[in-house]
């Protein structure tokens, strides 16, 4: 098998005459990192790994040992469908693992790796399909409030259509790279897009969600368009989610479905959400992990502030979509306060990890909250054991701490270097004073 | 790849006239030669050879020294012997693929050659899958649909290879994550599904339906054998 897969990858670099591949891997932030190699080291890549230092990738960085090894994963040897046809590039995802070929604790693509295949121990299978939005503005000029490139509303079919435009080459870029899309529109921003992705097992999903970033800015700047995953990059308007489809299959079975119920779920699914919902605040710093995704958690702009779960409420924290034509294979929940900018290994890790311990432990699902949370009152909420998702990073931060579900589902080397990383990103920005401090205060005190 | 012209070389001196009604009545296109880089060879290489060993046996020999230069068993080839040179064939089975005593009896000629042609279109055509303007290339890995190189990952192009060797059949997923993945893959059946889309996607609208859903059981590459 493995040889097969190399000689497959061997003989299409031959074939289609590749000029350079390109290793792929992940830092612990979520940057996409690219270490280009020519055809003629690839057969010793795919054999033996290619050795490089680690020190200065984020997250990666050891006391004693810096060099780490990237072994490439045959099976995502994918042609670039951008660049110059005449010099075709490829890319491989690798695992990085250490010079003794065990896994790297550093690399968030095999902490995923290690989640899946628990769950596959299990009978189990991951699915995830996320919904991604993005933003699209004119050129960046330093200094000045970001341009949307269109006012386009929800669905608009805008006719200028640059907007079109972008994300239909958008679309076929990612078609050609494997990842399918199931719907693409105008969101509810001027700027703002939505791309549907089809589910897939985990951990394709996040090769997918890092390839998909990637396409998405590598279209746009063709068009001399700015593309950004940023939360919340305008105020007043709502910011970018990723809202995650999630399921359980056991074999060709939805381990969610359960005819019977009023709902659909079965008593698996109803353990995950529990699971879910209990360890939410806790994984909110990796679901959330930029002090601007706080600025997009608020009241008002159809993202999640509390901790609940409804049927059809899109202010809650998981909403259960209504499959079509009830589809059993389609019963699924919607975890909605991620944002486009986490690390998609470690956001869908810890969701697995949260959702997979509701089903071990057995946790109770609480009562539906079908009211608009936003309407009632927090006095209300906290009689009715409602809690708020963490208000900032700083929040986050103070809950992962305390939690042994995400220091083991990350490791410890992660978990750790996570925590320093971020709280000098918070230490950094509690020391800035913002124009709003200052046109509040400056005139009156 | 254009398909082989179909030409047979005979090699023998004189050709007996049995073996040539033999062969004309079969409907096989033959030319007689006395060596391989003999003119009139085809472009393509013979699809067979018939070397009467009876009538001249060292031309015959060296003809199939030739052929056979390099380890190539890709020509086809029949021997036809006297009941005395039985011995002559001892240490020579890496020259001949099948033989028939002389004299032969023409249905038996007939029914070996056939025999011979269509093991080696089998051979020839493990090594190209086509079905309509798709066409896979087994040796190199490559694949194309109206000459469009697709591009795809290693087990897009197993399911693509296994689907397109097996036209007309309709897979369970099961069948397919066991016949194409092979050992037990953490993606799950509905993996064959992610794949199947990713495969209809990069065969583009116009081909996508080569590969049919078929409800509640799984999938089929092409038509039903039951469709026409």
Redesign the interface.
């Known amino acids: 098998?493995l040889d097969?897969?190399r000689?497959?990858?061997l003989?299409?670099v031959e074939?289609?005459g590749v000029r350079l591949v390109r290793l792929w891997f992940t830092d612990v932030l979520g940057t996409l990192k690219s270490l280009a190699i020519s055809p003629a080291e690839l057969e010793n890549a795919l054999e033996d790994g290619m050795t490089f230092d680690g020190s200065s990738i984020d997250g990666f960085s050891r006391v004693q040992e810096a060099d780490v090894l990237a072994m490439p994963d045959?099976?995502?040897?994918?042609?670039l469908?951008w660049g110059d046809p005449k010099v075709p590039e490829a890319r491989i995802f690798c695992d990085i693992h250490h010079l003794d070929g065990t896994p790297f604790e550093g690399d968030p693509r095999q902490v995923l790796r290690r989640h899946?295949?628990e769950?596959?121990d299990e009978g189990l299978?991951f699915?995830v399909a996320p919904d991604a939005e993005f933003f699209y503005f004119e050129p960046l000029v330093p200094g000045q409030p970001p341009v949307p490139i269109d006012h386009g509303g929800y669905f608009d079919l805008t006719t200028s259509d640059v907007t079109g435009e972008l994300r239909k080459t958008t679309i076929r870029t990612l078609?050609?790279l494997?990842i399918?899309v199931e719907y693409s529109f105008h969101e509810d921003a001027p700027g703002q897009q939505e791309i549907d992705l089809?589910?897939?097992?985990a951990?394709?999903m996040a090769d997918s969600m890092m390839t998909f970033r990637l396409a998405v800015r590598e279209v746009a700047s063709h068009h001399d368009v700015h593309a950004t995953f940023m939360p919340k990059p305008l105020e007043g308007v709502q910011g970018s989610g990723m809202h995650v489809h999630l399921s359980l299959?056991r074999?060709?079975d939805n381990a969610f479905h359960d005819a019977d119920d009023a709902y659909h779920l079965s008593p698996t699914a109803k353990a995950f959400m529990a699971g879910m919902l209990h360890h939410a605040a806790e994984i909110t710093a990796v679901t959330n992990q930029t002090v601007n995704s706080y600025k997009r958690l608020v009241p008002g702009f159809e993202a999640p502030v509390h901790i609940s779960w409804a049927r059809n409420n899109r202010s809650g924290l998981i909403r259960v979509p209504i499959p079509k034509r009830n589809n059993p294979m389609a019963t699924r929940i919607e975890y909605r306060s991620p944002d486009p900018a986490c690390n998609p290994y470690l956001a869908f890790s810890l969701m697995l990890a949260a959702g997979m311990r509701g089903i071990r432990e057995g946790y109770e699902l609480p009562d539906e909250a079908d009211a608009n949370l936003f309407e009632i009152g927090d006095d209300v909420l906290t009689k009715l054991g409602i809690r708020q998702l963490p208000q900032s990073l700083n929040d986050a931060l103070i809950v992962m701490e305390n939690s042994t579900l995400v220091r083991e589902a990350l490791g410890e080397h992660i978990f750790e270097w996570f925590l320093r990383n971020k709280r000098s990103e918070w230490r950094a920005y509690k020391t800035q004073v913002t124009p709003f401090e200052r046109d509040r205060y400056l005139g009156t005190l | 790849m254009a398909a082989r012209e179909s030409m047979l070389a005979v090699v023998a001196d004189p050709v007996p006239p049995e073996l040539a009604r033999t062969l004309d009545l079969a409907g096989y296109s033959w030319k007689t030669t006395s060596g391989v880089d003999d003119a009139g060879e085809p472009a393509g290489g013979w699809s067979g050879a018939i070397v009467d060993i009876a009538g001249d046996a060292e031309g015959g020999w060296a003809f199939l020294r030739g052929v056979r230069k390099g380890g190539d068993r890709g020509t086809p080839v029949l021997l036809l012997v006297g009941g005395a040179q039985l011995s002559e064939l001892e240490h020579r089975d890496e020259f001949f693929d099948d033989f028939c005593l002389t004299p032969f009896h023409p249905a038996e000629l007939e029914a070996r050659l056939r025999h011979l042609m269509v093991a080696d279109v089998d051979l020839h055509r493990a090594e190209l899958v086509e079905y309509g303007e798709l066409t896979l290339n087994l040796e190199?890995?490559?694949a194309a649909i109206s000459g469009r190189?697709l591009?795809?990952?290693?087990?897009?192009?197993e399911l693509l290879k296994f689907l397109a060797q097996n036209p007309g059949k309709v897979f369970t997923?099961?069948m397919l994550l066991s016949r194409v993945w092979?050992?037990?893959y953490?993606?799950?059946?509905?993996?064959v599904d992610?794949h199947v889309?990713?495969l209809r996607?990069?065969l583009g609208e116009e081909h996508a339906n080569l590969i049919q859903t078929v409800r509640s059981v799984g999938y089929r590459f092409g038509q039903s054998r039951w469709d026409s």
């Open positions: 098998m097969s897969q000689n497959y990858v003989r299409s074939e289609r045959a099976d995502t040897f994918e042609l469908p899946v295949q769950a596959h299978t699915y078609e050609a494997g399918p089809r589910h897939t097992d951990l394709t299959f074999g060709d | 190199t890995y490559q190189p591009d795809m990952t290693y087990m897009e192009y997923r099961e092979g050992y037990e953490y993606g799950g059946a509905r993996t992610v889309r990713r996607a990069k």
